[in-house]
């Protein structure tokens, strides 16, 4: 009896603990361990993607996505291949299509750990090359056409042969809510 009474006035102690740590707190206890030198070497090779897990290891296959209350995507998982070169530049192979796969220069910020692909050419969230000049130059002025120049990912770990990274899913801001994108290094 004394030992549950124990585990019971242990529980909020630590449920209180956990829960006095910031979102980027959290994110940055579950990052790798590794340091800047060792992931930078670590990175060079071409990474294929393995598999989406949750955070407990259990494989993701299909996501539904709720676009409104009548309407529900399915996405099949998958996630391009990524080719790290030592002299800085990347590129994303094997990619649905041509739009996604881009190319560019990384770089690791030893400050706050993540690893942040800039793109050669910037990317919008609707693909230009298809509207209309009047069309493209409306969005502009209205401010719903959105650049995007960069990507940073952050490792949750990394391995000679496996690399895990962090796919945030929603949150409020005070849990720690992610899947892992697992990618194993080609072998030559």
Request: charged share 30%; proline share 3%; hydrophobic share 35%.
């Amino acid at each position: 009896m004394k030992k549950i009474l124990l585990i019971i006035l242990i529980l909020p102690i630590l449920a209180y603990s956990q829960s006095s740590k910031s979102y980027l707190e959290l994110i940055d206890d579950a990052k790798t361990k590794k340091s800047a030198e060792q992931i930078e070497d670590l990175i060079i090779g071409t990474w294929e993607f393995e598999k989406l897990t949750d955070n407990n290891g259990n494989v993701i296959s299909e996501i539904s996505h709720f676009i409104n209350d009548t309407i529900t995507a399915t996405e099949i998982v998958w996630r391009p291949s990524m080719q790290i070169k030592k002299n800085g530049t990347y590129k994303l192979i094997g990619c649905e299509n041509a739009y996604n796969c881009e190319s560019g220069k990384w770089e690791y910020d030893r400050e706050f750990k993540l690893f942040r692909m800039t793109y050669d050419e910037p990317k919008y969230n609707v693909p230009i090359e298809k509207l209309a000049p009047g069309l493209l130059e409306q969005l502009k002025e209205s401010g719903t056409l959105i650049e995007f120049t960069k990507n940073e990912i952050e490792f949750a770990e990394i391995t000679q042969t496996e690399l895990k990274v962090f796919e945030f899913l929603e949150s409020d801001g005070n849990e720690f809510k992610y899947n892992l994108i697992v990618y194993r290094k080609k072998q030559l």
